[in-house]
Nanobody
Framework: QVRLVESGGRLVQTGGSLRLSCAASGRTVSSLTMGWFRQAPGKDREMVAAIGRDSITYYVDSVKGRFTISKDNAKNTVDLQMNSLKFEDTAVYYC????????????????WGQGTQVTVSS
C-alpha cells in the first residue's frame, strides 16, 4: 500500500510561485510513476504533470514552461514547482502514484493523496 501526503498549498498572487511536495510511504518513488493532478470547482480532474521511474517527465500543455515536476529518491518525495501562476491554476492539487507500466500521459493511477488547496488571486 502506498500512502501519499501533499503539502505546500496556500494563497498566492498572480505571477507568484509555489512549490508543492508529496511525501510517499509504503513504496519508493523510484519504483513508481508519480503524477500531479488538479481539480478546480465545477471542473473535471486533470493531470498536470507526471514523472516516470526513469525521470522522464510529462506536462499538460497549459503548464508547460511554468511547472516543473521532480523527485528526490533519498527523501522519497515528489515536488511540483509552479511559477508564473495564473488565476486559472486555482484548484485542489493531488499527488498520485501507480506501479503499472503505462504511457506517461496516461491518467490511470491507483494511489491518491488527500489534496492540497492552491488559490491564485489577482
Amino acid at each position: 500500500q502506498v500512502r501519499l501526503v501533499e503539502s505546500g498549498g496556500r494563497l498566492v498572487q498572480t505571477g507568484g510561485s509555489l512549490r508543492l511536495s508529496c511525501a510517499a510511504s509504503g513504496r519508493t518513488v523510484s519504483s513508481l510513476t508519480m503524477g500531479w493532478f488538479r481539480q478546480a470547482p465545477g471542473k473535471d480532474r486533470e493531470m498536470v504533470a507526471a514523472i516516470g521511474r526513469d525521470s522522464i517527465t510529462y506536462y499538460v500543455d497549459s503548464v508547460k514552461g511554468r511547472f516543473t515536476i521532480s523527485k528526490d529518491n533519498a527523501k522519497n518525495t515528489v515536488d511540483l514547482q509552479m511559477n508564473s501562476l495564473k488565476f486559472e491554476d486555482t484548484a485542489v492539487y493531488y499527488c498520485a502514484a501507480r506501479d503499472l507500466f503505462l504511457q506517461l500521459a496516461s491518467p490511470v493511477y491507483h494511489y491518491w493523496g488527500q489534496g492540497t488547496q492552491v488559490t491564485v488571486s489577482s
